[in-house]
Nanobody, 124 residues
């Protein structure tokens, strides 16, 4: 299984970015895709997830109302639209996969495969 995250970059406070996660070598429709991020000197935290075919979504409180997750099953790709970015959103963003549904606990151990990460830097 391969997950390729892209779309990171440098943006000013209040700006927007859209991250993409392209997934290969699994039945995409049967899997939930999550986004985690790791800020400098902090643990990796789960911020959003979209479940399999039902498409239900989850957001951490820190990003709710600013980030939107979506999936395109035909392209086997998940997107994370990030608006009104803040300096505290800075970090490496990882996409990850688990079977079927998202869990509100959003623990690293609940996910099976990880991408390499893409760096998001928000300047003040």
């Amino acid at each position: 299984v391969q997950l390729q995250a892209s779309g990171g970059g440098l943006v000013q406070r209040g700006g927007s970015l859209r991250l993409s996660c392209a997934v290969s070598s699994l039945i995409f429709e049967d899997h939930a895709i999550g986004w985690f991020r790791q800020a400098p000197e902090k643990e990796r935290e789960g911020i959003s997830c979209v479940s399999s075919s039902v498409g239900s979504t989850y957001y951490a409180d820190s990003v709710k109302g600013r980030f939107t997750i979506s999936r395109d099953n035909a392209k086997k790709t998940v997107y994370l639209q990030m608006n009104n970015l803040k300096p505290e959103d800075t970090g490496v963003y990882y996409c990850t996969v688990r079977r079927f549904i998202c869990l509100p606990t959003m623990k690293n151990s609940e996910y099976d495969y990880w991408g390499q990460g893409t760096l998001v830097t928000v300047s003040s």
